[in-house]
């Protein structure tokens, strides 16, 4: 079992930076790919990013890869997310999750862990 619990999200301007943390327990992440989805109100959850156990690989979604910036940290066990030029339409709650069987993935199935969310939301 993988425990993951995500913090620092919250409200912030337009152009705005946040720094998403989500901090894991019961297994170490080192060993695993991890990633960010978000989910805005009356969409299907989307893919932001994603990182390979051993950090070497990273993936993004298009439109976000100039903006966001995944990393992970396993002597704490965490992964990150910073966020610039924040847009509103980044207003969403954001997941972390982690795949324990297999490469950097965009695909919501291919992850067997979930955090609880974080909101973010961009005000203009």
């Known amino acids: 079992q993988v425990q993951l619990v995500e913090s620092g999200g919250g409200l912030v301007q337009t152009g705005g930076s946040l720094r998403l943390s989500c901090a894991a327990s019961?297994?170490?992440?080192?060993?695993?790919?991890v990633a960010w989805f978000r989910q805005a109100p009356g969409k299907e959850r989307e893919f932001v990013a994603s990182?390979?156990?051993?950090?070497?690989?990273?993936s993004y979604k298009d439109s976000l890869k100039d903006r966001f910036t995944i990393t992970k940290d396993n002597g704490k066990n965490t992964v990150y997310l910073q966020m610039n030029g924040l847009k509103a339409e980044d207003t969403a709650v954001y997941y972390c999750?982690?795949?324990?069987?297999?490469?950097?993935?965009?695909?919501?199935?291919?992850?067997?862990?979930w955090g609880q969310g974080t909101q973010v939301t961009v005000s203009s």
């Open positions: 999750a982690v795949r324990t069987n297999g490469k950097v993935s965009d695909g919501v199935s291919d992850y067997n862990y």
């Open positions: 019961g297994r170490i992440l080192s060993y695993y790919t």
């Open positions: 990182m390979s156990w051993n950090l070497r690989t990273t």
